[in-house]
Nanobody
Framework: QVQLVESGGGLVQAGGSLRLSCAASGRTFSSYSMGWFRQAPGKEREFVAAISWSGGITDYADSVKGRFTISRDNAKNTVYLQMNSLKPEDTAIYYC????????????????WGQGTQVTVSS
């Protein structure tokens, strides 16, 4: 069992930056691939970024590539999402997820989810 708790969301102006954190419980964090997803009002949850268990492989949605960076610190059981050059269309609830099937863009590949953190980007 893995419990995930996101933090770091908030209100920021367009062009600004935020860093989201996702702290995981359990001693097997390093065996999980991790992903970030987001859901805007009235829209389906969408993939943002993913990272392999070792951190050696990362993947990004085209909409955030070059602006967002996913990373992890297995010693701290934490995964991060650095978000730069934020746009109003990045406004959403951001969720982190953990899975043992390897990094993936698909939400069904993940076994555990956090409760989400709100990110609001004003224009």
């Amino acid at each position: 069992q893995v419990q995930l708790v996101e933090s770091g969301g908030g209100l920021v102006q367009a062009g600004g930056s935020l860093r989201l954190s996702c702290a995981a419980s359990g001693r097997t964090f390093s065996s999980y691939s991790m992903g970030w997803f987001r859901q805007a009002p009235g829209k389906e949850r969408e993939f943002v970024a993913a990272i392999s268990w070792s951190g050696g492989i990362t993947d990004y949605a085209d909409s955030v590539k070059g602006r967002f960076t996913i990373s992890r610190d297995n010693a701290k059981n934490t995964v991060y999402l650095q978000m730069n050059s934020l746009k109003p269309e990045d406004t959403a609830i951001y969720y982190c997820a953990a899975g043992q099937r390897g990094w993936s863009r698909y939400s069904y590949e993940y076994d555990y989810w956090g409760q989400g953190t709100q990110v609001t980007v004003s224009s």
